[in-house]
């Protein structure tokens, strides 16, 4: 062995491992179970005096962390640049990685364990200055024997592609796929078919612990010299980085020496070069200043399947292989008999019997030495599934790829955000979890309410942990419901949302007022104030009602107004429930919706069938936004409170008639003749709904809608705006629209109706089945024969003739209990 100078070359011989024959190269597939234990016997053959493992040397002062009895795999080593943390790279590992094996036989025999590969510092930077496109490199295939960082950035790249490290490639040859080109020469279609006999099925102990890391290195060496190493700058100074640290260890522990590194790497280490040639293969990389620490990871991610191109595709499976001690077959079916128990499917002992014995014979008839995953997977189909794929799915979801999350100990080095994070999950007992979940909040208690401030707040710094769902049983304001599911990209989200904060609390103000000092329009302002109401960010909201009042102020869009209107009367309803003041965001709605009114009904006039059926929307969404600002203006709601908040904020000055004044507006869009038909049509039902205009009314104005001199396609319009979006219950309970309606399709030109056709079908095919069918029964009948809403029910089979007082008030006891009213209120409601 030399002495260190410029000429050093790294000793070794191909023939053996023995004392004094060179460093013990362990060349492995990443996230490979039979891998794993082959490293493991090595090592206890070898017992080196020190293990160097392919990864950053940035993160050796975080190697102890994984004796932690609280550190639990999959967990993966996160490199993020200091000034820029979007820019992060993953170093997954399993229980089943050979590294992770490595990591662990390391510290259990107290010898040290260090990092070989190429700095995060360098690889960072590398990665910066790269172009995306250069990032992704579609054009190689996927390398299981050599996987590189994973970028935080959204490509569709493969292990060796995905890394931020590497540079534009300098040459045309392409590399290959190693465990493709060698499975072809053994005759095998598939690569991974051909690594699960040759490796994953091959038992240790009782053959040379050596003898598969030879084969591998022999293997690898010759698809270089065919091949090439593809033209990649990246592999050739990561390699001669890892040689340099070879070098090093070699001068402190002589042969004593064990690397694990991906298989591809092998012959390069094994390679003799010169230590200035290396060196000058490193001279002149970028740098930048990053930090590392420990995060959980999941099965999911180390699967193809979900995007991140880890090389293998059933993280599960090869869990299951590394940890079942013995009979991993009939261990395997029984934990697929026990998933499908627990989804109410019937499987018996006999059944599992039966999937274990096709499996075998599947195996001997096709020249395997033990049953595979595609085995056990056709033996589940045949027996458990009935020949279906729907139940196989599920399998697959849950126990191939698993939703294994890992664990890392508390005192792992973290960002202040992630710590103040971790305190609020541990306080408000909400755990993340790999596994997508419900949860139902009752905002009513304490705890529940504090879990909404959190996930809201998180949502607002880009932490997607929760998106709110449909609560159901429940339309109250104090109720919310929740979809959970913890991603390990979550953990680079929290670290970019550092920036603005040292605690969750700190860091949402922050933010919601740099947002509203950058929102581009006036609805941004107002959804933003709905989520600081949701969210209890006392400090950001008098900014965030500032800026929204100037911009309301300045915008004279009508349709903007109207858009805004909605978000911000919705924030009212959640004073009630979570204590907020809203006094001032119920001034700035009532101004709004005064500046709606006014400048709705010439925003409306001229308009395009598009800018009309959007000008339709605004006017719903005004029309539910005002019934709820009335609301917000008076009492509170009942059961929608919390304890000891029942009144909301109590009425603004001049604005009690705001409805009266809303309905104003309706029935001037319902008159002008300069307003497209489907907003006229639109305003008359909701003055309908609202009983502002009777029945007989109602009748009359369609009636001269529908009358001969109005355009077919005008007129088709309005009986969109009028019983569209479930309005077919008018036609089924008033027998005059029906009738009126009926009489005006039969009398459209034939020249004429295939324009209006497209608008009646959208109309009427948005009914429920029930209500096309009575609409079709009363049609055939002839409407129209017979008038008058309780006269009208007279006929049709299961209807009486008049209407039953005695059923009718049978309903009231469960209507004063839906509604939570008094007598008094009850009779009220129903006059």
Same mark, same amino acid.
């Given at each position: 062995?030399?002495?260190?100078?410029?000429?050093?070359?790294?000793?070794?011989?191909?023939?053996?491992?023995?004392?004094?024959?060179?460093?013990?190269?362990?060349?492995?597939?990443?996230?490979?179970?039979?891998?794993?234990?082959?490293?493991?016997?090595?090592?206890?053959?070898?017992?080196?005096?020190?293990?160097?493992?392919?990864?950053?040397?940035?993160?050796?002062?975080?190697?102890?962390?994984?004796?932690?009895?609280?550190?639990?795999?999959?967990?993966?080593?996160?490199?993020?640049?200091?000034?820029?943390?979007?820019?992060?790279?993953?170093?997954?590992?399993?229980?089943?990685?050979?590294?992770?094996?490595?990591?662990?036989?390391?510290?259990?025999?107290?010898?040290?364990?260090?990092?070989?590969?190429?700095?995060?510092?360098?690889?960072?930077?590398?990665?910066?200055?790269?172009?995306?496109?250069?990032?992704?490199?579609?054009?190689?295939?996927? %390398?299981?024997?050599?996987?590189?960082?994973?970028?935080?950035?959204?490509?569709?790249?493969?292990?060796?592609?995905?890394?931020?490290?590497?540079?534009?490639?300098?040459?045309?040859?392409?590399?290959?796929?190693?465990?493709?080109?060698?499975?072809?020469?053994?005759?095998?279609?598939?690569?991974?078919?051909?690594?699960?006999?040759?490796?994953?099925?091959?038992?240790?102990?009782?053959?040379?612990?050596?003898?598969?890391?030879?084969?591998?290195?022999?293997?690898?060496?010759?698809?270089?010299?065919?091949?090439?190493?593809?033209?990649?700058?990246?592999?050739?100074?990561?390699?001669?980085?890892?040689?340099?640290?070879?070098?090093?260890?070699?001068?402190?522990?002589?042969?004593?020496?064990?690397?694990?590194?991906?298989?591809?790497?092998?012959?390069?280490?094994?390679?003799?070069?010169?230590?200035?040639?290396?060196?000058?293969?490193?001279?002149?990389?970028?740098?930048?200043?990053?930090? +590392?620490?420990?995060?959980?990871?999941?099965?999911?991610?180390?699967?193809?399947?979900?995007?991140?191109?880890?090389?293998?595709?059933?993280?599960?499976?090869?869990?299951?292989?590394?940890?079942?001690?013995?009979?991993?077959?009939?261990?395997?079916?029984?934990?697929?008999?026990?998933?499908?128990?627990?989804?109410?499917?019937?499987?018996?002992?006999?059944?599992?019997?039966?999937?274990?014995?096709?499996?075998?014979?599947?195996?001997?008839?096709?020249?395997?030495?033990?049953?595979?995953?595609?085995?056990?997977?056709?033996?589940?189909?045949?027996?458990?599934?009935?020949?279906?794929?729907?139940?196989?799915?599920?399998?697959?979801?849950?126990?191939?790829?698993?939703?294994?999350?890992?664990?890392?100990?508390?005192?792992?080095?973290?960002?202040?955000?992630?710590?103040?994070?971790?305190?609020?999950?541990?306080?408000?007992?909400?755990?993340?979890?790999? +596994?997508?979940?419900?949860?139902?909040?009752?905002?009513?208690?304490?705890?529940?309410?504090?879990?909404?401030?959190?996930?809201?707040?998180?949502?607002?710094?880009?932490?997607?942990?929760?998106?709110?769902?449909?609560?159901?049983?429940?339309?109250?304001?104090?109720?919310?419901?929740?979809?959970?599911?913890?991603?390990?990209?979550?953990?680079?989200?929290?670290?970019?949302?550092?920036?603005?904060?040292?605690?969750?609390?700190?860091?949402?103000?922050?933010?919601?007022?740099?947002?509203?000092?950058?929102?581009?329009?006036?609805?941004?302002?107002?959804?933003?104030?709905?989520?600081?109401?949701?969210?209890?960010?006392?400090?950001?909201?008098?900014?965030?009602?500032?800026? +929204?009042?100037?911009?309301?102020?300045?915008?004279?869009?009508?349709?903007?107004?109207?858009?805004?209107?909605?978000?911000?009367?919705?924030?009212?309803?959640?004073?009630?429930?979570?204590?907020?003041?809203?006094?001032?965001?119920?001034?700035?709605?009532?101004?709004?919706?005064?500046?709606?009114?006014?400048?709705?009904?010439?925003?409306?006039?001229?308009?395009?069938?598009?800018?009309?059926?959007?000008?339709?929307?605004?006017?719903?969404?005004?029309?539910?936004?005002?019934?709820?600002?009335?609301?917000?203006?008076?009492?509170?709601?009942?059961?929608?409170?919390?304890?000891?908040?029942?009144?909301?904020?109590?009425?603004?000055?001049?604005?009690?008639?705001?409805?009266?004044?809303?309905?104003?507006?309706?029935?001037?869009?319902?008159?002008?003749?300069?307003?497209?038909?489907?907003?006229?049509?639109?305003?008359?039902?909701?003055?309908?709904?609202?009983?502002?205009?009777?029945?007989?009314?109602?009748?009359? +104005?369609?009636?001269?809608?529908?009358?001969?001199?109005?355009?077919?396609?005008?007129?088709?319009?309005?009986?969109?705006?009028?019983?569209?979006?479930?309005?077919?219950?008018?036609?089924?309970?008033?027998?005059?629209?029906?009738?009126?309606? %009926?009489?005006?399709?039969?009398?459209?030109?034939?020249?004429?109706?295939?324009?209006?056709?497209?608008?009646?079908?959208?109309?009427?095919?948005?009914?429920?089945?029930?209500?096309?069918?009575?609409?079709?029964?009363?049609?055939?009948?002839?409407?129209?024969?017979?008038?008058?809403?309780?006269?009208?029910?007279?006929?049709?089979?299961?209807?009486?003739?008049?209407?039953?007082?005695?059923?009718?008030?049978?309903?009231?006891?469960?209507?004063?209990?839906?509604?939570?009213?008094?007598?008094?209120?009850?009779?009220?409601?129903?006059?």
């Amino acid at each position: 062995m030399g002495s260190g100078g410029e000429g050093d070359e790294v000793e070794g011989t191909e023939e053996g491992w023995g004392r004094g024959a060179g460093p013990l190269l362990l060349g492995v597939r990443h996230h490979g179970p039979g891998s794993a234990r082959a490293v493991r016997a090595a090592l206890d053959a070898a017992r080196p005096r020190v293990v160097l493992i392919e990864g950053p040397p940035e993160a050796d002062a975080l190697i102890p962390l994984a004796a932690d009895e609280d550190m639990r795999p999959p967990v993966a080593l996160l490199a993020h640049a200091v000034d820029e943390p979007g820019r992060s790279a993953f170093w997954p590992l399993a229980e089943f990685s050979p590294e992770w094996v490595a990591i662990r036989w390391a510290l259990e025999n107290e010898v040290p364990a260090r990092f070989i590969d190429l700095p995060a510092t360098h690889t960072l930077a590398w990665g910066k200055d790269d172009a995306e496109g250069e990032l992704t490199g579609e054009e190689q295939p996927p %390398d299981p024997t050599d996987e590189t960082p994973t970028a935080e950035t959204p490509t569709a790249g493969t292990p060796s592609s995905e890394s931020p490290s590497a540079p534009e490639p300098s040459g045309t040859d392409i590399r290959v796929d190693p465990l493709a080109v060698l499975a072809e020469a053994a005759g095998y279609d598939d690569p991974e078919r051909w690594w699960e006999d040759v490796v994953e099925h091959r038992g240790v102990g009782e053959r040379d612990a050596f003898a598969p890391f030879a084969a591998l290195e022999e293997a690898m060496g010759a698809l270089r010299e065919t091949y090439g190493v593809g033209g990649h700058d990246r592999d050739l100074v990561r390699e001669a980085y890892m040689r340099l640290q070879v070098r090093a260890a070699q001068r402190e522990f002589k042969d004593d020496v064990a690397v694990v590194c991906g298989a591809w790497h092998v012959p390069a280490l094994r390679q003799k070069t010169a230590v200035a040639a290396d060196r000058a293969l490193l001279k002149g990389l970028p740098k930048v200043k990053a930090d +590392l620490t420990w995060v959980p990871w999941t099965h999911r991610r180390l699967s193809r399947a979900s995007g991140y191109g880890a090389g293998i595709d059933s993280p599960g499976w090869y869990g299951h292989l590394f940890g079942a001690p013995d009979r991993p077959v009939e261990r395997w079916m029984t934990k697929v008999a026990g998933l499908f128990r627990e989804e109410d499917r019937i499987i018996s002992p006999a059944h599992v019997i039966e999937a274990v014995r096709l499996a075998e014979t599947l195996a001997v008839m096709r020249g395997r030495p033990l049953p595979g995953l595609g085995e056990t997977t056709d033996a589940v189909r045949a027996v458990m599934c009935e020949g279906s794929d729907v139940p196989l799915a599920l399998v697959r979801d849950r126990l191939v790829v698993g939703d294994a999350l890992g664990e890392v100990p508390p005192g792992a080095p973290a960002v202040p955000l992630q710590r103040d994070l971790d305190r609020l999950q541990r306080r408000l007992r909400i755990k993340p979890e790999a +596994l997508e979940r419900e949860l139902e909040l009752d905002l009513r208690k304490e705890t529940d309410a504090g879990r909404s401030r959190l996930l809201h707040r998180l949502r607002l710094l880009r932490i997607e942990w929760g998106e709110p769902a449909a609560s159901r049983g429940s339309t109250g304001t104090f109720r919310e419901t929740w979809r959970l599911r913890w991603e390990p990209e979550l953990a680079v989200r929290v670290a970019e949302a550092g920036v603005w904060g040292t605690t969750v609390l700190a860091a949402t103000t922050a933010k919601a007022e740099a947002d509203a000092i950058g929102a581009q329009s006036l609805a941004d302002v107002t959804a933003l104030a709905e989520h600081c109401l949701l969210a209890e960010l006392p400090d950001a909201l008098p900014v965030v009602m500032k800026v +929204l009042a100037d911009r309301a102020a300045l915008d004279t869009d009508v349709g903007h107004l109207a858009q805004a209107l909605p978000a911000l009367v919705r924030s009212l309803r959640y004073g009630d429930v979570r204590g907020t003041d809203t006094g001032a965001l119920t001034e700035v709605a009532a101004g709004l919706a005064e500046r709606v009114f006014v400048g709705l009904p010439p925003a409306c006039a001229a308009l395009d069938a598009d800018a009309a059926e959007e000008m339709r929307r605004h006017v719903d969404a005004v029309h539910g936004a005002v019934a709820l600002l009335g609301d917000a203006s008076g009492t509170g709601h009942g059961d929608t409170s919390a304890p000891g908040q029942g009144d909301g904020p109590g009425p603004g000055p001049g604005h009690g008639d705001l409805r009266d004044r809303w309905r104003a507006v309706l029935r001037t869009l319902s008159a002008r003749d300069t307003v497209p038909g489907v907003i006229r049509g639109r305003a008359v039902r909701l003055l309908l709904d609202e009983g502002e205009l009777g029945p007989d009314e109602a009748a009359r +104005l369609m009636g001269l809608v529908l009358s001969p001199g109005t355009p077919p396609a005008d007129a088709a319009a309005w009986i969109e705006g009028f019983v569209g979006g479930g309005g077919g219950l008018l036609l089924v309970h008033d027998e005059r629209l029906l009738a009126l309606v %009926d009489a005006w399709l039969t009398g459209v030109p034939a020249e004429a109706f295939t324009d209006v056709l497209p608008l009646l079908r959208r109309t009427f095919s948005s009914y429920e089945p029930g209500v096309r069918r009575t609409l079709g029964e009363l049609v055939r009948r002839g409407p129209g024969k017979q008038v008058g809403t309780a006269a009208t029910a007279a006929g049709i089979p299961g209807f009486g003739a008049e209407l039953d007082a005695g059923r009718a008030d049978a309903v009231v006891p469960v209507l004063r209990l839906l509604l939570g009213l008094d007598d008094n209120e009850l009779v009220g409601v129903a006059g």
